[in-house]
């Protein structure tokens, strides 16, 4: 099932716990942190440790779990998960 098959079943609500847990998923793997559920959401990706290079490869991995081609950029465009 696809992300957007998935989104489009739930609430606003579920939607945006969903896409956090995807973004807070993919920058623990960037990362190499062992807890997903330990990083603060409302930190900043550069708080969290991420830099161009790492930005680089959470806008990656994003771009594979979404469908989507997301700027080189969006870990700035939108500092927090």
Known sequence: EGLAARLAGQTA???LHTLTTMVANAAAIVLAHPDPAALDADRPFK???IDSLT???LRNTLSRETGLKLPATLIFDHPTP
Request: net charge negative; hydrophobic share 35%; glycine share 12%.
């Open 13 to 15: 609500e579920q939607q």
């Open 47 to 49: 708080d969290l440790g």
């Open 55 to 57: 930005a680089l490869e």
